[in-house]
């Protein structure tokens, strides 16, 4: 029989009036299990909390956002 994985994800946005620091947030996501992460912010002092965490991050991308990128691929890689 065919073993059944389960996955726990998360979103993490950064509008709060308290933050908390990236590097505790990521050590409570791994403490609780977590290995899917969608961020709603790209901020760097975050990614670099996140990176050899082994947590799979997606960035979501505003609505408004999207055609302007199917058009320019190029906006995706500017920062």
């Given at each position: 029989?065919?073993?059944?994985?389960?996955?726990?994800?998360?979103?993490?946005?950064?509008?709060?009036?308290?933050?908390?620091?990236p590097?505790?947030?990521?050590?409570?996501?791994?403490?609780?299990?977590?290995?899917?992460?969608?961020?709603f912010?790209?901020?760097?002092?975050?990614?670099?909390?996140?990176?050899?965490?082994?947590?799979?991050?997606?960035?979501?991308?505003?609505?408004?956002?999207?055609?302007?990128?199917?058009?320019?691929?190029?906006?995706?890689?500017?920062?």
């Open positions: 029989m065919p073993s059944c994985g389960s996955e726990v994800g998360v979103n993490w946005g950064t509008m709060a009036t308290h933050k908390l620091p590097s505790k947030v990521v050590k409570m996501l791994q403490e609780n299990g977590v290995d899917k992460l969608k961020m912010d790209a901020e760097e002092w975050i990614m670099v909390a996140l990176m050899g965490s082994d947590i799979e991050v997606m960035l979501a991308v505003p609505n408004n956002m999207l055609e302007d990128m199917s058009k320019n691929p190029c906006l995706c890689s500017s920062s």
